[in-house]
């Protein structure tokens, strides 16, 4: 009895050590959620008055240009896939894979190739492990990431697109990620970047009637080159907020794993806390009872002897 009392006591140590450690990270993962909501918030004016040039552009102009023109047939498209390089975030990565698992399908039911492009390492290590084949990918600064890190992965995916087909390029170039809602909700969403539409570069938070009336332009040089340097900063904005949406997703993701994780080591404590003191309780009313009967015993023989 003693020795299974033991076990309780060291088991009970072990939880509450892992407890605290569960309790810190969660502590931790609070803390730079609101950095990265911040840094979202911080890019959202960038990103919004870029959209609108774009739109100027795409509406202002007839050029036929690689980034905004759709192909007819198209047969080859990119897909990248954001996800984190550490675990312990709940099936956050995981929700994401099976979104883009999901894009591919539907990709390749439409009879178009699919070139993988990675950030994370756990897309990466999905993708090995299966001998699925990636284009590219990039690891290292999911956590933290910063717009040099966005122009590093958007300029082989812009390269692609305005590479021909026959040359290794691409037609469309779509991306998955997990968008950021609130610290209880992380949704992974699909969207096509390019070629870009005018439904694609709209704001979000204007509907059909409250469309602003852009004004007409005249371009210098021309419209084509303004494309050639306004679209790649776009996509670059727009693979940012991404990544900063991604990462303030897993930032909350793993706050809320270990948030459960806590709850549950206090739930195992209370339980194994039962458990030893009922076996104690056990072990004090058999002492009690040796000790009872070993007084009958005694007081029987005395009673003998007399």
């Not at 960038?46 to 100027?56: F, K, M």
């Not at 469309?172 to 539409?197: A, D, G, K, N, Y």
């Amino acid at each position: 009895m003693g020795a299974q009392i033991r076990v309780y006591k060291r088991r009970i140590k072990s939880v509450t050590a892992t407890k605290k450690i569960t309790k810190a990270m969660e502590m931790i993962a609070a803390s730079r959620i609101i950095k990265a909501q911040r840094q979202v918030e911080a890019s959202t004016p960038y990103a919004r008055e870029l959209t609108r040039a774009v739109r100027a552009v795409a509406t202002g102009s007839s050029t036929d240009h690689a980034l905004t023109t759709e192909v007819p047939a198209p047969a080859r498209a990119a897909v990248l896939l954001i996800t984190s390089d550490r675990g312990l975030a709940g099936g956050y990565s995981s929700n994401a894979i099976k979104a883009a698992d999901a894009l591919t399908q539907r990709l390749i039911a439409e009879g178009k190739e699919v070139d993988h492009y990675i950030v994370g390492r756990k897309g990466v290590a999905y993708y090995g492990f299966r001998e699925r084949p990636v284009a590219e990918s990039w690891t290292g600064f999911t956590e933290n990431p910063t717009y040099a890190d966005a122009k590093t992965v958007a300029a082989p995916l812009i390269e692609s697109v305005v590479k021909d087909t026959a040359e290794g390029g691409v037609d469309e170039l779509h991306i998955v990620f997990t968008e950021f809602v609130s610290m209880v909700t992380q949704t992974p969403v699909e969207s096509r970047l390019l070629p870009l539409s005018l439904d694609s570069v709209a704001e979000p938070e204007e509907d059909a009637a409250k469309q602003e009336i852009l004004p007409l332009f005249d371009f210098e040089p021309s419209a084509e080159d303004v494309l050639d340097a306004l679209l790649p900063r776009y996509v670059e904005s727009r693979i940012f907020n991404a990544l900063l949406q991604a990462a303030a997703s897993k930032h909350a993701a793993t706050r809320r794993a270990m948030k459960s994780a806590t709850d549950n080591a206090e739930d195992l404590i209370k339980s194994l806390t039962r458990l030893a003191n009922a076996a104690r309780q056990a072990e004090i009313t058999q002492e009690i009872s040796e000790i009872v009967g070993g007084a009958g015993a005694l007081a029987d023989a005395n009673a003998g002897s007399d």
